[in-house]
């Protein structure tokens, strides 16, 4: 059975950075078959794609957003990261870590982390 | 960017009633769409994708149609688990939700 589960801090001081880890279980993110995606979302609204990376390191990150994300990708580890640099209190949501296919266009995120609400407060 | 586009916002109706939610794309995506249901503190859960393919494990209940730009997600008998909020998401450009459908129950 395919898990994976996010961690890192649940409360950051504004214009600092926000460093997320994904570690993943149940299937190996070397395999290539799939996107490892970040996905947010805020308070009381909806979901919003941040980006994802290959197993090669690959990234893609949705253009609407300001450039301040970057993924990372830890093969030893089984693990993918997210850091936002210089945060604001709009980048307070649950971040949640999943997968998608990387052999299609189609297929959907079918396995999610539980999520992990960061707040950016003083 | 392509928008997706849920309607209603809200759709109140009863255990063992038949749901019917909408997405909408402003431009087509073929049949790269798919469903997704969340109840609160939960993650999304994925039902459908590829318009119509249901994911491992979702009961029969569950069906997608459509292709292009117009999608439905019906849910054939209401269950009381049933009633959470559902969202629509497309990968054929980037990757972008609906802003979601509150099924709740009337």
């Known amino acids: 059975q395919v898990h994976l589960q996010e961690s890192g801090p649940g409360l950051v001081k504004p214009s600092q950075t926000l460093s997320l880890t994904c570690t993943v279980s149940g299937d190996s993110i070397t395999s290539g078959s799939y996107l490892w995606t970040w996905i947010r979302q805020h308070p009381g609204k909806g979901l919003e794609w941040i980006g994802y990376?290959?197993?090669?390191?690959?990234?893609y990150y949705d253009p609407s957003l300001k450039s301040q994300f970057a993924i990372s990708v830890d093969t030893s580890k089984n693990q993918f990261s997210l850091k936002l640099s210089s945060v604001t209190a709009a980048d307070t949501a649950v971040y949640y870590c999943?997968?998608?296919?990387?052999?299609?266009?189609?297929?959907?995120?079918?396995?999610w982390g539980q999520g992990t609400l960061v707040t950016v407060s003083s | 960017e392509i928008v997706l586009t849920q309607s209603p916002a809200t759709l109140s109706l009863s255990p063992g009633e038949r749901a019917t939610l909408s997405c909408r794309a402003s431009?087509?995506?073929?049949?790269?769409l798919a469903w997704y249901q969340q109840k609160p503190g939960q993650a999304p859960r994925l039902l459908i994708y590829?318009?119509?393919n249901r994911a491992t494990g979702i009961p029969a209940r569950f069906s997608g149609s459509g292709s292009g730009t117009d999608f439905t997600l019906t849910i054939s008998s209401l269950e009381p688990e049933d009633f959470a909020v559902y969202y629509c998401?497309?990968?054929?450009?980037?990757?972008?939700f609906g802003q979601g459908t509150r099924l709740e129950i009337k």
């Open positions: 590829d318009a119509s």
């Open positions: 998401q497309q990968r054929s450009s980037w990757v972008t």
């Open positions: 990376i290959s197993s090669t390191g690959s990234t």
């Open positions: 999943t997968r998608v296919r990387h052999t299609s266009v189609g297929g959907g995120f079918d396995y």
């Open positions: 431009q087509s995506v073929s049949s790269y």
